[in-house]
């Protein structure tokens, strides 16, 4: 059984995805963690490891590797780019069992990744799978709503939809 890996170029997303877009206007630290929550959303429907990568450029400092939601996160060392570091993840973490699969938007990254043999994903292909993810969860709560016990306290969907996160471990 492979065993399937996505790495995803952080800053090519959020400039891709209207919605981070937008927050990162804002606040760019608000739009990471937006992406990070999404991915485990992802990780979680999946199964998949994600590991999301971010250009150390725009925080500067030492490489940096932590873990949140379940989902690892990687700051590249100060001159380092998320290009060279996902080319290199993907020459590290390759093997017979693993299947890697690269979400950028970046056509000349897309080209070296597939001749190292990851399978590449646009930032408009993750959004859509993404999307679709949503309506499953949505389904999903709508279904175990209906089947649960009727009880004296009312929850909006909103709000069973946070609970259901809070089950499967994502905040």
Known sequence: ?????????????????PELRKL???????SRDRLIERMAEYKAHTGWRV??????????????????????????????????RIE????????????????TSDL????VIFAQGALRKSARELEIEMDEIDK????????????????????SDEVAEIFEKWRR???
């Open 108 to 111: 000349t990254e897309q080209w």
């Open 24 to 30: 990162k206007l804002q606040s760019l630290a608000d």
């Open 136 to 155: 499953l969860i949505t389904n999903k709560v709508k279904v175990i709503q209906e089947q649960r016990p009727f009880s004296k306290i009312q929850l």
């Open 169 to 171: 471990g994502m905040k």
């Open 51 to 84: 590991i999301v990568i971010f250009d150390a450029h725009l925080v500067p400092g030492i490489e940096k590797k932590n873990q949140k939601h379940q989902v690892e996160i990687v700051f590249t060392r100060e001159n380092e780019t998320a290009d060279e």
């Open 88 to 103: 290199k993840m993907v020459s590290e973490l390759s093997g017979r069992r693993v299947q890697i699969h690269v979400a």
């Open 1 to 17: 059984m492979k065993k399937d890996i996505l790495l995803v170029d952080g800053y090519n997303i959020i400039g891709a995805w």
